[in-house]
């Protein structure tokens, strides 16, 4: 049931949107506001952050993709006693493992806090399209889970991934995730900032790395996250001597960067279904000469969109934001690669960092040249559109304050929690959808056909304007 202060919200909504059509402007700032939960993390002895039962039995059990095309998986999870087993019994029927394979593990230290055992291990040669159950061997204390794979690389390959940014372990996180596993997406882009743990000091650094491993584990066991680095990573504290940058998140989060010939977990590629999907890294080195500036130059041309039609690159730190947060710190980054983005026709660039949400039309800025040509962004139907989700719910809570008044490249911004999903039906159409946090209802907000770069027609910047804000408005009465 609907309350009558949300019926407020929407027909104030409603009439802000209706009175946009008329006037026939831009972009849309939703004044949409909910009673969200504090900003403040799980208290620690929270049930989600529970250590599964047993000795050393396996926790923060986490997969992803492990090689570039999705017949191989990396399962990690630490054990907190002793070493103990890197192996992982799996098969296509529950309880008969037929194979087995071996990881490997190592453990660190953070300040004085002492890492469990993280094992990965690495399972291959899989077939496509295929459930497969897998246990973590502990002894009495073994875990088992499952995995279903993605369908083999085809342009018509049928795939839904969820997208979730700045995640963190407060109330807020926990609503994010839960509304994510009711969502039926089958692997997350993940877009940076997992934990929060360096919003504490000394020990707890570790503590709260491993509290969000255990919570995320309902998701993570099941169904790869594709990792991207944001700046919570990098975890440079000088002040207790730790300044080797992303030491927690490396230890813990693999990525199969060398099978896409990157010399770095933090910048790699994989191809899942019928999208290419490359993650970069806004906090390491990306300028012109650089090992990501040239392994990027080197992937774009690997890109076959006869294969792989979708192409979805992912980062951190948005390039295009109009949020007073974080303002302008994507300006590096749009120097270095967006002319790469517009040549290759990049489907959509996913970025999280500003807590909150926000979509552009297909713009670029790439005529500026220094000495002449645009100074601003301007309508290029080759271009990406630019999406940020940095809205999953962390400590810092949301950036509520948009630069006013909203720039010509925004179509849509909320500062809202919440998660989105990308449905990819076939080479020419993919359903977009961002979903705010919202109490178990189905909440309409910011939806739209995505139609593929390459083989999907273009359609004109008005006539996406004008349909957009019809469908909302149609959603919104009707919801
Ligand atoms: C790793 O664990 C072993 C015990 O299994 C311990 O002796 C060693 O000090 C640990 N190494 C680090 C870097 O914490
Ligand atoms: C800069 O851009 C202008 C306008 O597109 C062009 O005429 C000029 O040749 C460019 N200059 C350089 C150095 O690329
Ligand atoms: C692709 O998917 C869209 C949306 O489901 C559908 O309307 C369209 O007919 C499909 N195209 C092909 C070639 O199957
Ligand atoms: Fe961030």
Redesign the pocket.
């Given at each position: 049931m609907i309350q009558g202060m949300e019926i407020r919200h929407l027909l104030l909504v409603v009439a802000v949107l209706l009175s946009l059509v008329l006037q026939g402007q831009g972009g849309i700032t939703s004044s949409y506001v909910r009673s969200e939960w504090p900003a403040v993390d799980i208290p620690l002895d929270h049930k989600v952050f529970k250590v599964p039962k047993g000795y050393n039995a396996p926790q923060q059990v986490h997969i992803t993709q492990g090689d570039y095309d999705g017949k191989a998986v990396i399962i990690s999870w630490v054990t907190p006693d002793?070493?103990g087993s890197s192996t992982v019994h799996y098969g296509a029927v529950q309880g008969e493992y037929d194979f087995v394979a071996k990881g490997t593990y190592s453990?660190?230290?953070f300040y004085k806090y002492?890492s469990g055992y993280t094992h990965h291990c690495l399972v291959s040669g899989l077939e496509y399209n295929t459930k497969y159950y897998y246990k973590i061997e502990s002894g009495e204390s073994s875990r088992e889970f499952w995995f279903v794979t993605p369908p083999h690389v085809h342009p018509d390959a049928s795939y839904k991934f969820g997208i979730i940014g700045d995640l963190g372990q407060t109330f807020n996180s926990l609503s994010t995730l839960e509304h994510y596993m009711r969502s039926g997406a089958q692997a997350v882009l993940f877009l940076g900032d997992l934990s929060y743990a360096d919003r504490y000091q000394y020990n707890d650094v570790g503590v709260r790395w491993d509290t969000w491993g255990r919570f995320v584990e309902p998701s993570t066991a099941y169904q790869p996250w594709l990792w991207s680095a944001g700046n919570h990573e990098v975890d440079y504290m000088p002040y207790m001597g730790e300044v080797t940058p992303f030491k927690n998140y490396l230890e813990r989060y693999t990525t199969p960067y060398l099978a896409s010939k990157s010399s770095n977990p933090l910048w790699y590629s994989v191809r899942r279904a019928s999208a290419h999907i490359i993650v970069l890294s806004s906090y390491s080195p990306f300028v012109k000469y650089t090992p990501q500036w040239r392994w990027l130059d080197e992937e774009f041309k690997r890109v076959d969109r006869e294969k792989t039609p979708w192409l979805i690159v992912l980062m951190h730190s948005p390039i295009y934001n109009s949020n007073e947060a974080h303002f302008k710190e994507g300006e590096s980054m749009r120097a270095a690669f967006e002319e790469w983005f517009v040549e290759y026709r990049v489907d959509v660039v996913f970025a999280g960092h500003v807590h909150a949400y926000e979509r552009s039309y297909r713009v670029s800025n790439v005529r500026y040249n220094v000495s002449s040509g645009d100074r601003f962004p301007v309508p290029d139907t080759s271009a990406p559109v630019y999406i940020t989700v940095g809205d999953g719910g962390n400590q810092e809570g949301l950036a509520g304050r948009f630069m006013e008044p909203q720039p010509d490249y925004s179509a849509f911004r909320e500062a809202s929690y919440g998660h989105s999903t990308l449905d990819i039906k076939n080479r020419t159409h993919a359903i977009y959808h961002w979903n705010r946090n919202d109490d178990g209802k189905k909440v309409a907000t910011d939806e739209f056909v995505l139609y593929n770069q390459y083989w999907g027609k273009n359609i004109r910047r008005r006539k996406l304007k004008k349909h957009y804000i019809k469908s909302v408005v149609v959603d919104w009465i009707a919801s």
């Open positions: 002793e070493p453990n660190y230290t002492k």
